[in-house]
């Protein structure tokens, strides 16, 4: 999906249990999430990404920046699959939609 002014605020009000809107790149492909900050002067290093109960924290900090996001996650992405990476001043995030649970059968005799 790639995204426009228009659709950008219906897909965070989709992902965030809490709308956000602050500026981010941000791109839902192959069900995955991927935001990215630019957080130039910061190495890895430097950046602490975590979540924790379904919110995802990162920080960046050194002795020319400071970077703080906090982002409550929709229940729908797998948030214990998330995985980031910095390159050339850019950190990305990326965080895979829950896989679909199969309706499990169960066969119950009648007495």
């Known amino acids: 999906?790639?995204?426009?002014?228009?659709?950008?605020?219906?897909?965070?009000?989709?992902?965030f249990k809490k709308p956000q809107r602050d500026t981010r790149n941000?791109?839902?492909e192959d069900d995955v999430l991927t935001m990215e900050f630019d957080v130039p002067g910061l190495s890895k290093k430097d950046i602490n990404v975590k979540v924790e109960d379904s919110v995802l924290y990162i920080e960046g900090d050194?002795?020319?920046?400071?970077?703080?996001?906090r982002y409550s996650i929709s229940e729908d992405f797998?948030?214990?699959?998330?995985t980031a990476s910095v390159k050339?001043?850019?950190l990305t995030v990326s965080i895979p939609k829950m896989e679909e649970k199969k309706a499990k059968v169960i066969e119950v005799s009648v007495r």
């Open 88 to 90: 050339d001043g850019v």
């Open 26 to 28: 941000m791109r839902l």
């Open 1 to 15: 999906m790639i995204l426009t002014m228009n659709n950008a605020w219906d897909l965070m009000d989709e992902v």
């Open 62 to 69: 050194n002795e020319k920046r400071t970077f703080n996001k």
């Open 78 to 82: 797998d948030v214990t699959k998330t």
